[in-house]
């Protein structure tokens, strides 16, 4: 099945599940808000609707998308998400609840914005059993119509599971007007593919978990495009932004149809949510997603081409507790996490000790492998972030030990299995760490 037949279709699938695609189609357009209206209009009229931003994507695009349906006597209201401490809004159930009981009444939300507009609707809509549509304003992430939230909760990053929008407005000159540094942090969150790609496999290989070749080849087709040229992505030329901005949205798709991020989301993403856990603990300003998890997975490919370069591997005993002392305050949530993961470390090294299963394995994992010099040269030359002190931290470049510390400890935040981890029982971790970030991510 192609991408154009895959918007609201129900079908079977290799890997033995039915994949359902509730987000009937995606519009990429300078015409899209004319679809837009034309839905509105075909919809009962007494619908109700109600347009969702913060400040800043209220003047990007929600304030022309209100004036036109409030112009065509729609029944259309309009709520500005308020700024969380003088900065942009966040994910977390303070501000959903906020939405929840303050926003006007109405039948269909529209999410006006990127990352957190888009969770924050998403999440809104499914606990009021709304129907949802989203106009995004940067090509920034990757969750635009994925039925997963991000958000946190008592301290720790968490996803769970929501429903997806129903359709999907895109005008690429919206996108094309958003601050450059959003395109490059999307660029890096599409190339983290790669690395969760083989991640999830990784967990496939090793427990039998459940694994969908379909969805993790979604973008094939488009990654050329933007992987092979990265120039033309900080030209925003308009091919390459597309192809951008859809693998983005397909990643998403990827995610919603097999019930899990594991295709878009591995070890990179851990290096990000503890960068974020550990800020806002601290009381800190942390950096965009995208920024994190683009140097992060040039090390994560370095990693795994370290540890698929062993040919024989030596294992340590996993680790008992947490590092408590990284954690702080956050230890607690952060230690339940790992005690899900203690098992699966200890049956990952009565597993690959067989020598057998261990080449295995590589033969498995390499043939799909993104070389970390590959990763590298698409965000040096998009001038998109690939150094970890290219990476804010409350504004000021991100510290080398600090930077250190946050992978030494990324893999204790999450119960799911990933290099990271394996690069701990083989003792790569913290044994080569420094080697590692000082030959990718330093220069």
């Known amino acids: ?9 129900s079908f079977v699938c290799d890997c033995g599940k039915k994949h359902s695609v509730p987000t009937k189609e995606m519009i990429y357009s300078r015409d899209c808000c004319d679809t837009l209206l034309q839905t509105a209009l075909a919809m009962p009229s007494s619908t109700r609707y109600l347009i969702i931003a913060d400040t800043r994507t209220y003047e990007a695009a929600a304030k022309s998308v209100f004036e036109r349906l409030r112009n065509k006597a ?12 003088g900065e942009s809004p966040v994910a977390d159930t303070a501000t959903r609840d906020l939405i929840i009981n303050e926003a006007p009444e109405a039948d269909v939300y529209i ?11 998403k999440w809104a809509a499914y606990l009021g059993k709304k129907t949802y549509f989203t106009i995004p304003t940067a090509a920034s992430m990757n969750g635009y119509a994925s039925a997963n939230v991000a958000a946190t909760v008592d301290g720790l990053k968490v996803l769970f599971h929501a429903d997806a929008p129903s359709m999907v407005f895109a005008d690429p000159d919206i996108l094309r007007n958003a601050p450059y540094e959003l395109t490059a942090s999307g660029l890096g969150d599409v190339l983290a593919k790669s690395i969760s790609s083989a991640d999830w496999k990784l967990n496939h290989f090793l427990f039998n978990d459940y694994y969908c070749r379909f969805s993790v080849d979604l973008l094939k087709e488009l990654e050329p495009v933007y992987l092979n040229n990265p120039e033309r992505i900080k030209a925003l030329h308009p091919e390459a932004l597309q192809a951008l901005f859809e693998a983005l949205f397909y990643s998403s798709i990827a995610m919603t149809i097999t019930g899990t991020s594991s295709p878009a989301s591995g070890a990179e993403h851990l290096i990000s949510h503890t960068l974020d856990m ?8 942390h950096d965009l997603h995208g920024r994190q998890v683009g140097v992060a997975s040039i090390l994560m490919a370095a990693l795994y081409e370290k540890i698929m370069s062993i040919e024989t591997p030596h294992f340590t005993s996993a680790p008992e507790n947490i590092t408590t002392d990284f954690w702080g305050s956050l230890a607690p949530v952060v230690a339940k996490q790992y005690a899900g993961k203690k098992q699966r470390m200890d049956l990952a090294v009565r597993c690959l000790s067989d020598q057998k299963n261990w080449q295995k394995l590589k033969e498995l994992i390499t043939p799909d492998l993104i070389a970390p010099a590959r990763l590298k040269n698409c965000l040096a030359g998009a001038e998109g972030a690939h150094c970890f002190h290219h990476i804010r931290d409350n504004g000021t470049p991100l510290l080398r030990e600090r930077f250190i510390n946050v992978v030494h400890n990324a893999h204790q935040m999450r119960e799911r299995f990933t290099i990271l981890d394996l690069a701990v029982l083989l003792g790569v971790i913290p044994g080569e760490t420094e080697e590692l970030v000082d030959r990718w991510v330093t220069s």
């Open 278 to 285: 550990t800020a806002d603990r601290d009381g800190r300003k």
């Open 111 to 121: 999410a006006v914005g990127s990352g957190v507009i888009n969770d924050l609707v």
């Open 74 to 85: 729609l029944s259309i209201s309009l709520f500005i998400v308020p700024d969380h401490n």
């Open 1 to 9: 099945m192609d991408q154009n037949t895959l918007l609201g279709s």
